[in-house]
């Protein structure tokens, strides 16, 4: 069976993801050394350095998303069923930076698909949450683990039909949030998939450096963050950087 990475990068005007992405890469053959397939545009393979041996997919992305004004282009997660040419699959924001193996533990589930229901924020030391209105918890779509099952394959199957029909499926939910976000996406499926039960979950939360932190140096092992007058040390656990000045780090 195989195991791997897919990851989506995708430049805009304002953000670089293309060197995020190169710093996320390393981090991957370093602690997880898997292989990685990177889905992209040809605009930003050619932003790329050397990366070694990486598998690139090109095609044309959605450019019609926005994020706080600005572009965001991220709507192509429902296709990586498609995408990925492995047997299990750990789909990762590029922003997600590993500096430890946790992923690849937890690869080794019998479960056929996992994804966060949880995040906290590592300089306040407090839980993500957000005021909404929604008749469901969202899940946090910045890492997926997958086998290809049938039940899968309709994960993302009823995911794509929520993308295409959100403004229904936000009125169904009572979800205010305007533009599709993979998080209520992937909640709305895995409710609708599951039967409105249970369903299995990645049993941490995902550590998250908030976007309005700074980052001061980022390191072998992990990243020295200020937010206001407080300065923090993290090593060794896999960070999720809002702030997209990670890459000018």
């Given at each position: ?172 939910y009572r979800i205010t949030y305007p533009n599709f976000r993979n998080d209520y996406a992937f909640a709305i499926a895995l409710n609708q998939i599951s039967g409105h039960g249970d369903y299995d979950i990645i049993p941490d ?45």
């Amino acid at each position: 069976m195989t195991t791997g990475v897919l990851l989506y990068c995708f430049d805009t005007s304002q953000v670089a993801y293309s060197k995020i992405t190169e710093r996320c890469v390393a981090l991957i053959k370093k602690h997880l050394k898997l292989p990685i397939t990177v889905v992209t545009n040809w605009d930003t393979y050619k932003n790329f350095g050397p990366m070694g041996m990486i598998n690139y997919k090109i095609m044309d992305n959605e450019t019609n998303n926005t994020k706080l004004g600005k572009p965001w282009y991220n709507l192509e997660r429902h296709m990586a069923y498609d995408h990925s040419p492995y047997d299990l699959t750990v789909v990762m924001d590029v922003d997600y930076f590993c500096y430890s193996d946790k992923l690849l533990r937890l690869a080794n589930t019998e479960s056929d698909f996992l994804v966060h229901k949880d995040a906290h924020d590592v300089i306040k030391s407090e839980k993500m949450e957000y005021h909404r209105d929604a008749m469901l918890d969202l899940v946090w779509a910045t890492v997926l683990i997958f086998r290809k099952t049938p039940r899968t394959k309709a994960i993302f199957d009823t995911v794509r039909l929520v993308k295409q029909n959100y403004v229904h499926y936000c009125n169904l939910y009572r979800i205010t949030y305007p533009n599709f976000r993979n998080d209520y996406a992937f909640a709305i499926a895995l409710n609708q998939i599951s039967g409105h039960g249970d369903y299995d979950i990645i049993p941490d939360s995902i550590a998250t450096v908030p976007a309005d932190a700074e980052i001061l140096n980022l390191e072998e092992n992990g990243a020295v963050v200020r937010w206001k007058d407080i300065t923090v040390k993290l090593c060794d656990q896999d960070l999720h950087f809002l702030t997209k000045e990670v890459a000018n780090v």
